[in-house]
């Protein structure tokens, strides 16, 4: 096809130019080929300079190109910036992230993706499908002769050297033929395109390639952006080949087409823990980490809350040699002990077969096309850059003398045992950083490998004006360096397959180094086609009844105790912002020096550690208290204040984020960072005023409406949610009894101020007003609060409904107790009479108590509150004994009897 050329634009503004204009103006680095213009970039230059200074139509683009701005012949610069800001904000809404830098205490990154996909034309992605798939059939036979007969090793066509030198060999598996007869079942390769058009590996990818999910959800968010463009260039689907994967998982695996299958993520402190979450979702995948599951008898087993379940297909994301403590690293606490057992006897398919690590070395590239021409006669239709392992005399100096023009690579990348670096690009060394490069590679050759080096394409990057100035800064199409990442899967008896697109990394800025890690960008791939258009979807197999009802209880017991544990903290973060908010306000309020309400509430403050003991308190000095609190109330040192039961919300909710919906988690992540920022900004200019903290409570507040609305009505009442229901009533039970047994204790009732602080505690100040009007009854109070089973926050009700949850959760028939709910005192034994009970001759209101100085006892109410404190402690313990622990499976033998 020849190239085309845009229009100029009809309706523009010099401050507003028209999107044709500034293709006209785009402009690819020099030495690079120029994947809008089919040209290298000096031809570019060139073209784009003559067409400014003559006023004509523009350089011409290649026919895909040109096919996608014809699309957007109206749009403008400010089009543009609405679409990319559309794009930043559905990534950020979608909770797509990619941490470089797992920290709980920092904020996580959202995954970057250009607002523009990388057009892969139909010729050209037929040489690439046709490459990949000959390489992963290579890879296959490396695999089972490594493992195997070694007879490439034995021949010489693979150093031994390399191969059992490398970290990735796994003697321990030398010799298991895995179940379904196939080592490989996803494969993914790096590729660059060279100024002469033509595509060239770069790497490959083995052990556990990522990519899969995020290439995901870029082809949903770009797709929406250019529906018109995604359908008129017909860009193959992606569906299909997921669905060939996981028929193709369930065919070799034991069980067939009725195999459990899960897949293995090293938990949410990964970089990549959003995709396995992603995947786990999109494929139907049972997210697990290692702790979830335990070998017995040669099988593998997950622990959930209804007993041990079997798994007979793993998807990993675990590095190899994280994957068996017993038989790999003995410090590994990924994996799972005697899960290599479990491979040997043939009663669980692992993708990848652990042991494929070693092909990911850059050094065996060099001698893939030796090997491609010995076992299938055929030399490589897709090459590598040349690539010299220096472990070969030979090949060390032939590399010594093209250092500046090539990449210095570690042979070894990542390994512990080897010296590992960054690769290196000759030519941006010194002369004498070549030298000691050149001395490290003679002392040490077999640690190096030196690869050609071959200017990436550029691709069109769209970027918004400058914030400061737009004049200086303007909206522009910017040239970014780009390297594809291609996937084959398995299919079967089929072979594998080629996902028909991929994963684009884009360089930053100028950079040559197209890494996630170091602040690059991703785009979408667009593979072409001039045939039909495959618009399968995935469809799950269908299941029986039995194993119906076997997953819909499938709740294992690490999400459990995390969903137990997000609802702790949800109720916990509830409790420190209402008293929090109740303590301020009351310090500014009507009454603030009113002794035993400020006795209570400094006792209530250090009870629920918003300060910390040592901590004046507010009959002391209430202004030194008060910046306390306050302080507090943003950190997550020290005292375990709001911000810190709201971090430990978050990560709960991170371990679980596969039972989450986007809104749930996305009100989650947004309530934290907003509540940081915010405190952090205050922090910076010194002592933050009294009515801003009451803002930002206020504010946090209302996320945690939104929060527990989700938790209530869009989660499935499964055994999971029962925990999270029950996580939070044990937290609301011990919080309010303990609340209104230490306001008896401190007379704080007494008076008008203490008695409105405690319906204000228990949020039901309304109710209270509706129901008595401005009476200050005892009675009324204890009816309202503790007794009445229609309020969600009166004692009588929260002891209620845990009892009947335990009960649920551990499977009692209708109507009947367990042992855990009967350790909850029964609210039917209790009567409003009995526990307003006082001493026989203190029968004066409350009020007319105070005044006289009678301390009304109230021993009994002070008993059941007292008991419902104690029931809540001894119940938490109890489910982690009963649920979490497993302490009764570490006994059993991960062999055969």
């Given at each position: 096809m020849k190239p085309a050329k845009l229009s100029p634009p009809t309706d523009a503004s010099p401050a507003n130019p028209g999107l044709a204009e500034l293709v006209a103006r785009y402009k690819a680095s020099r030495g690079h080929l120029d994947e809008l213009r089919g040209v290298v970039s000096d031809g570019a230059h060139q073209a784009a300079e003559e067409a400014e200074q003559s006023g004509a139509p523009g350089p011409v683009i290649t026919p895909n190109w040109a096919g996608?701005?014809?699309?957007?012949?109206?749009?403008?610069?400010?089009?543009?910036?609405?679409?990319?800001?559309?794009?930043?904000?559905?990534?950020?809404?979608?909770?797509?992230?990619?941490?470089v830098y797992a920290d709980e205490n920092g904020p996580q990154r959202p995954w970057s993706l250009d607002l523009f996909p990388l057009l892969v034309d139909a010729a050209s992605w037929q040489h690439i499908e046709a490459g990949?798939?000959?390489?992963?059939?290579?890879?296959?036979h490396v695999m089972a002769d490594v493992y195997g007969p070694q007879e490439l090793l034995a021949s010489g066509f693979l150093p031994p050297a390399l191969v059992h030198g490398h970290t990735g060999y796994l003697r321990?598996?030398?010799?298991?033929q895995p179940?379904?007869?196939?080592?490989?079942?996803?494969?993914?390769?790096?590729?660059?395109?060279?100024?002469?058009?033509?595509?060239?590996?770069?790497?490959?990818?083995?052990?556990?390639?990522?990519?899969?999910?995020?290439?995901?959800?870029?082809?949903?968010?770009?797709?929406?952006?250019?529906?018109?463009?995604f359908d008129e260039l017909r860009v193959q689907r992606l569906a299909s080949t997921y669905r060939a994967l996981m028929d193709s998982l369930r065919t070799l695996s034991p069980m067939g087409m009725d195999a459990?299958?899960?897949?293995?993520?090293?938990?949410?402190?990964?970089?990549?823990y959003f995709e396995h979450a992603y995947l786990a979702r999109y494929l139907g995948l049972t997210l697990v980490e290692g702790s979830d599951l335990l070998v017995r008898d040669e099988h593998l087993y997950l622990k959930t809350l209804k007993g041990l379940v079997p798994v007979h297909g793993l998807l990993k994301r675990v590095d190899d040699e994280y994957m068996d403590p017993l038989e790999l690293r003995a410090d590994s606490t990924l994996g799972v002990p005697g899960l290599l057992q479990a491979i040997r006897a043939g009663n669980v398919l692992v993708a990848n077969t652990p042991g494929s690590a070693f092909l990911e070395s850059p050094a065996l590239l060099g001698f893939l096309p030796a090997l491609s021409r010995h076992l299938f006669d055929e030399e490589l239709c897709l090459p590598a850059l040349p690539t010299w392992w220096c472990?070969?005399?030979?090949?060390?100096?032939?590399?010594?003398?093209?250092l500046q023009e090539c990449a210095i690579k570690p042979t070894y990348p990542g390994s512990s045992s080897h010296a590992s670096f960054d690769a290196v690009l000759g030519a941006k060394q010194t002369p004498q950083a070549l030298n000691e490069w050149a001395g490290r590679i003679v002392r040490h050759p077999e640690e190096h490998t030196v690869q050609a080096y071959t200017p990436l394409s550029q691709m069109p990057t769209w970027q918004a004006a400058g914030p400061a100035d737009p004049s200086i800064d303007p909206p522009r199409l910017v040239p970014r360096s780009v390297m594809l990442r291609v996937f084959a899967v398995s299919d079967g008896a089929q072979g594998w397959r080629v996902l028909p697109g991929g994963l684009a990394r884009v360089a930053s800025s100028s950079q040559e180094i197209t890494s996630m890690q170091r602040g690059g960008s991703s785009a979408d791939v667009w593979a072409l086609t001039t045939g039909e258009v495959d618009h399968a979807t995935l469809v799950h197999p269908h299941l029986t009844p039995e194993s119906l009802m076997q997953r819909k209880r499938l709740v294992t017991s690490r999400a459990a105790e995390n969903l137990f544990w997000l609802g702790r903290y949800t109720e916990r973060t509830e409790n420190a912002l209402r008293l929090a908010r109740l303590t301020l306000e009351c310090l500014h309020g009507e009454d603030p020096s009113s002794a035993p309400l400020l006795t209570w509430l400094g006792q209530m403050a250090v009870a629920n550690t918003l300060v910390l003991p040592g901590v004046p308190t507010p009959l002391q000095a209430p202004r030194v208290f008060e910046r306390a609190l306050i302080d507090s109330l943003g950190s997550t040192r020290n005292a375990t204040s709001v911000g810190f039961y709201l971090r430990a919300l978050k990560m709960a909710a991170s371990s679980v984020r596969e039972r989450l919906s986007q809104e749930h988690w996305r009100i989650i992540t947004r309530a934290e960072e907003v509540l940081f920022a915010r405190f952090a900004e205050h922090r910076q200019?010194?002592?933050?005023?009294?009515?801003?903290?009451?803002?930002?409570?206020?504010?946090?507040?209302?996320?945690?409406?939104?929060?527990?609305?989700?938790?209530t009505d869009r989660m499935t009442r499964d055994d999971g949610w029962r925990l999270l229901s029950i996580g939070r009533h044990i937290e609301r039970l011990g919080f309010l009894s303990t609340a209104l047994n230490q306001a008896i204790q401190c007379k704080s009732l007494e008076t008008d101020s203490g008695f409105d602080a405690m319906l204000e505690l228990f949020d039901n100040a309304i109710t209270f007003h509706a129901e008595f009007q401005q009476s200050r009854d005892m009675a009324a109070l204890v009816d309202l609060l503790v007794i009445d089973r229609d309020n969600p926050r009166s004692v009588s009700w929260v002891a209620h409904t845990l009892r009947g949850r335990l009960a649920k959760l551990a499977g009692s028939n209708p109507n009947e107790l367990c042992t855990l709910s009967l350790k909850v005192p029964n609210p039917n034994a209790w009567g409003l009479a009995q526990l307003c009970e006082r001493a026989p001759d203190l029968v004066t209101p409350v009020t007319s108590a105070a005044a006289s100085g009678d301390e009304p006892s109230y021993e009994l109410l002070r008993s059941v509150l007292h008991q419902c404190s104690n029931a809540a402690y001894e119940v938490s313990e109890d489910i982690s004994a009963t649920y979490f622990t497993h302490a009764g499976l570490s006994n059993h033998s991960v062999g055969a009897l």
């Open positions: 996608f701005f014809k699309t957007l012949r109206d749009d403008t610069a400010a089009d543009m910036n609405q679409r990319s800001t559309a794009l930043a904000r559905q990534i950020r809404d979608n909770g797509i992230t990619y941490n990949v798939l000959q390489r992963v059939r290579l890879l296959e321990a598996m030398h010799g298991i179940v379904g007869g196939r080592y490989l079942h996803i494969a993914a390769f790096d590729m660059a395109r060279g100024p002469d058009g033509n595509w060239w590996v770069v790497g490959q990818r083995t052990q556990a390639p990522s990519g899969l999910g995020y290439l995901l959800e870029n082809r949903l968010a770009i797709a929406a952006q250019f529906g018109t463009a459990h299958l899960a897949l293995l993520t090293p938990g949410p402190y990964n970089e990549t472990g070969e005399g030979g090949a060390m100096f032939d590399a010594l003398a093209r200019r010194g002592d933050m005023p009294v009515q801003q903290a009451l803002q930002i409570l206020k504010d946090t507040s209302d996320h945690m409406a939104a929060i527990t609305g989700a938790q």
